[in-house]
């Protein structure tokens, strides 16, 4: 099986925190190899690290999209930023 895209949904969420270093690695391994993924999650370091394009959420609306840096170090809404000032 050669997909050519990948969707994952809180793919950590369920993990045993010990497994969930060996999952991310292995979905950081594949965004090298050329894997495109649609990646819904909460572990924002790993989203920063390996994303190309970052989509924020709120309440089932895109509030706002961008480059890793324009999201996480440049948030321009309200939502996004308080969001990250909380999990960060």
Not at 2 to 19: K, M, N, R
Not at 30 to 58: N, W
Request: charged content about 25%; aromatic content about 6%; proline content about 6%.
């Amino acid at each position: 099986m050669h997909p050519d895209v990948i969707l994952f949904d809180e793919p950590t969420s369920a993990l045993d925190p010990e497994v969930v270093g060996d999952v991310l690695k292995v979905m950081k391994d594949l965004a090298k190899e050329g894997m495109t993924m649609v990646v819904v999650t909460h572990e924002m370091g790993f989203a920063k690290d390996v994303s190309d394009k970052v989509i924020f959420m709120a309440d089932g609306v895109v509030v706002e999209s961008g480059t890793p840096v324009e999201i996480f170090e440049q948030p321009q809404h309200e939502r996004t930023q308080n969001f990250l000032a909380r999990v960060l």
